[in-house]
């Protein structure tokens, strides 16, 4: 049947005039910010049009819904005034220069009456009284501006948020919705954060736990920071037993065990390219397996670690840029071909949760070859920082080249260590 229509992505329909459509349902917890139930987008009147007009279309649709959901309840107010009754009133709510029963009263009262049943209580409250109030710092606000934050910085992956989320239905679970979102930061103790410890150590290892409320005790200090409290970090110090960092937690892959990893993997790709790049960088997995085409110059034969369509990355310190052996440069050439400069290097493994697929095939391999379950494909990393170490490379290039955080602020000045300079030292690496 030539006028099949095929399977169209989620939330894309056919239209009886042949056209295409994006309908999706509004949430429910937006449809009263919204006003209205539905969303639809025109999408275009051929299939090529609506499938290349598609993921334009759904980003801002899926932007719309988040951007909804992160204005404060002042902000929304504002919002309110400001479009109904102009910036003079909405310049004097937010001087806190509205007089009572004054013209001005009057009209935020009648806009508030008009708005109820559409509003957020809360909302209204605030246009109403004429007087904005900020949101309460609680458990809730920590973890929704500290991952605001960390986006704004453009080098947040999906990694960190996913750790957030989990970490935030834990919390939800221990201390209830309305501890979440309505106690304030400051009636927060240490019986609470040392309740928290103790139920995450039912549920992950010491080591894993002290990374978990790590996050947590960035953003609880984050806040204190920015909004100026002088509160303690309830957060900081917890003492969890069993954890703490070891030479031996994890142990670099031999040299042999490596040639032979990579033997074994050479009828398997993309194993084999894999292991060879991570072994030659010394980079993270996730932030190989997320490379796009244009991250690789061959010609130069340097690998750019940079935020891009697929991923972003760990930190801000993880950006780089890092010479490649004549191995890894191969092997990442032959990946190249046919790929426009947006095209994934790893599409099976560009996608949610595609680091932890890429592992898991890596492990499989790496398990036929050595069997201490200190040595993981992590350890290709820690190979790289020994071998660093061994060959005299300085500390602070060691880490440049790694993507670590430089101990000092003086240490970010400037552009960094030229790529001549890191070659030499991996090179060195290398032999």
């Known amino acids: 049947m030539d006028d099949a229509v095929p399977k169209l992505p989620r939330y894309v329909f056919r239209r009886a005039n042949g056209s295409y459509r994006y309908k999706r349902n509004v949430p429910k917890d937006l449809v009263l910010l919204l006003g209205k139930k539905t969303v639809y987008r025109q999408l275009g009147s051929t299939l090529a049009k609506a499938m290349k007009e598609y993921p334009y279309v759904h980003a801002r ?42 013209d001005e009263d009057y009209d935020l009262n009648e806009l508030a009456e008009k708005q109820d049943g559409r509003l ?18 609680t458990l809730t606000r920590v973890l929704e501006d500290y991952i605001d934050y960390k986006t704004e910085a453009g080098v947040i992956d999906k990694n960190l948020s996913n750790r957030i989320e989990r970490l935030r239905r834990e919390m939800l679970h221990l201390y209830g919705k309305t501890k979440m979102e309505k106690v304030l930061l400051k009636d ?19 080591n894993s736990v002290q990374r978990t409320i790590g996050i947590l ?32 937690d994890r142990l670099p892959i031999s040299d042999t065990d490596l040639e032979s990893l990579i033997a074994a993997a050479k009828g398997s790709e993309p194993a084999a390219s894999l292991l060879v790049v991570l072994a030659d960088t010394g980079a993270r997995l996730g932030e190989i397996v997320g490379l ?35 191995r890894a440069t191969e092997a990442l050439k032959g990946r190249l071909v046919g790929l426009s400069d947006t095209s994934p ?55 440049e080249i790694l993507g670590h955080a430089q101990g000092s602020t003086a240490a970010n ?14 090179e060195k690496a290398w032999h």
């Open 61 to 102: 649709i899926e932007s719309m819904f988040e951007v909804e959901r992160k204005k404060s309840d002042k902000d929304r107010a504002l919002e309110v005034i400001r479009g109904n009754l102009g910036d003079k009133v909405a310049d004097l709510v937010l001087a806190k220069a509205v007089v009572e029963y004054s």
């Open 120 to 137: 957020p209580q809360a909302v209204l409250e605030q246009i109403y009284q004429g007087e904005l109030r900020e949101d309460p710092l």
């Open 188 to 206: 927060i103790s240490r019986s609470d954060a040392n309740a928290l410890r103790d139920l995450l150590l039912g549920k992950m290892a010491p």
């Open 217 to 248: 005790k960035a953003a609880v200090n984050f806040t204190i920071t920015e909004q100026g409290l002088g509160i303690p970090n309830v957060f900081a110090s917890l003492r969890i037993k069993g954890a703490g960092a070891s030479r031996t």
């Open 292 to 326: 796009e085409a244009r991250d690789v110059d061959t010609e130069a034969r340097v690998l750019h670690i940079r935020p891009n369509g697929t991923r972003g990355l760990k930190t801000k310190s993880s950006q780089r840029s890092i010479p490649l052996s004549q």
């Open 345 to 399: 290097i790893y599409e099976q493994y560009a996608r949610p949760r595609g680091r932890d697929a890429a592992s898991a095939m890596l492990m499989k391999r790496l398990r036929l070859i050595v069997e201490d379950p200190k040595v993981t494909i992590h350890s290709l990393r820690h190979r790289m920082k020994d071998k660093l170490r061994n060959t005299g490379c300085p500390e602070a290039l060691s880490k």
């Open 413 to 426: 000045y400037g552009a960094g260590y030229a790529i001549d300079v890191m070659r030499t030292a991996l």
